[in-house]
């Protein structure tokens, strides 16, 4: 018979830190998304810790880090909100639970479920990525009691596994795409009369410049313009990645030329695991495909020192990934919530509103218009 146990302060959390850590590392591709480290720093930013555990008698089957926390509900077409509904919402830290290794993984997520359906601990689950072929994945499309929330295309994660040499990893790409590669970068070379440099911070004493970087490119950034600006170096962001590198965590990345940023990738690394969390780069320079020379140039200088064993490119498509990486799976975002809730109905419009944002950009693909939009979107 299972059982849930709940840890909501630190104190208790310190109680299973030790059996958490071990779980962690247990894990297929362990990786700072479910960190019992990175989960603590996070709470900080006026977040409820809700450390969700499924236990049989007195032994831990699965651990589930969540926080709890008021938020929005946004319908939405693509990027653009139209109205937004208060709500308390659980999201899981990480794209899975945490398993031990003998314990029965469906029914401890049924657990889960059951656990937050019954108590009406908030409004909603939110989870930033779950595999297709997970039980979470499964549980949620099967269930008629739960309603769900994804996109209706891009439901995809892309890696790049890397091989023993940069030689070989070029060698897996076709003929066309290495020529095109090599050609970009020795044309953005030949454009800053080979004046550029590719600068990593993984140094504690460095992570203000960094941030003071990343914050100068993102505010001249398409995703700035679209998604709204928001100040990339605060005081919360510089201690969060001081600790990352302190713990030496951190591995992010600056392309400069003449001295002068043009992209940044922030990313961590973890047991054989680099995050290319965030990417962003100056716009003035778009017909140099300066996303691409960085991209690069950064897979070249993990191949030199402290490789990795996988590079995470994360959810969502997009050309650099196809381009980059060599691996995928099918993935969603989700958001969702039992049908007796009251943001039942906001989810069944959200689902007709992804429709019809899937069959408008059908449309712009079928008519060659999908580039042309993106562009524009890119220059506002």
Not at 103 to 120: A, G, P, R
Not at 197 to 207: A, C, F, G, K, T
Not at 325 to 349: D, E, H, M, R, V
Not at 356 to 375: E, F, G, H
């Amino acid at each position: 018979m299972l059982k849930i146990e709940l840890a909501t302060t630190e104190k208790e959390i310190e109680k299973i830190y030790e059996k958490w850590s071990i779980l962690h590392l247990n894990q297929n591709t362990p990786s700072l998304h479910n960190h019992p480290d990175l989960y603590i720093s996070n709470a900080k930013k006026n977040k409820d810790l809700v450390l969700i555990i499924v236990k049989k008698g007195d032994c831990i089957q699965c651990i589930a880090p969540c926080y709890k926390y008021q938020t929005f509900f946004r319908l939405k077409l693509g990027l653009f909100s139209f109205f937004k509904f208060p709500h308390t919402q659980l999201t899981l830290f990480g794209s899975d639970l945490l398993f031990v290794p003998e314990s029965n993984k469906k029914q401890c997520v049924n657990e889960f479920f059951s656990f937050i359906k019954d108590t009406s601990i908030a409004d909603a689950l939110y989870i930033e990525t779950v595999a297709e072929d997970s039980d979470l994945s499964r549980f949620l499309h099967s269930k008629n009691q739960w309603s769900i929330s994804h996109a209706d295309e891009n439901n995809i994660i892309r890696q790049l596994i890397l091989p023993p040499s940069h030689d070989e990893y070029l060698a897996q790409m076709k003929r066309k795409v290495r020529y095109n590669i090599k050609r970009t970068v020795k044309q953005f070379a030949a454009a800053f009369e080979n004046k550029y440099s590719l600068i990593e911070y993984s140094n504690e004493n460095s992570v203000e410049e960094l941030l003071g970087k990343v914050d100068y490119l993102y505010s001249k950034s398409w995703q700035s313009s679209v998604k709204g600006y928001h100040k990339r170096n605060t005081e919360h962001s510089i201690q969060e990645r001081k600790e990352q590198a302190r713990n030496g965590w951190l591995r992010s990345f600056i392309l400069e030329c003449n001295d002068t940023p043009i992209a940044f990738v922030i990313g961590t690394q973890f047991q054989g695991f680099f995050d290319y969390e965030e990417t962003g780069y100056d716009p003035a320079h778009t017909r140099y495909s300066p996303g691409s020379v960085l991209t690069y140039l950064l897979i070249e200088q993990l191949f030199k020192e402290n490789k990795p064993n996988i590079v995470y490119f994360g959810y969502g498509e997009n050309v650099y990934k196809k381009v980059f990486g060599n691996y995928s799976y099918t993935a969603y975002n989700i958001f969702s919530c039992p049908k007796s809730s009251k943001l039942n109905y906001l989810i069944q419009t959200q689902k007709i509103f992804n429709k019809i944002y899937s069959l408008i950009r059908s449309l712009l693909v079928k008519l060659n218009l999908d580039v042309r939009i993106r562009k524009l979107l890119k220059k506002k």
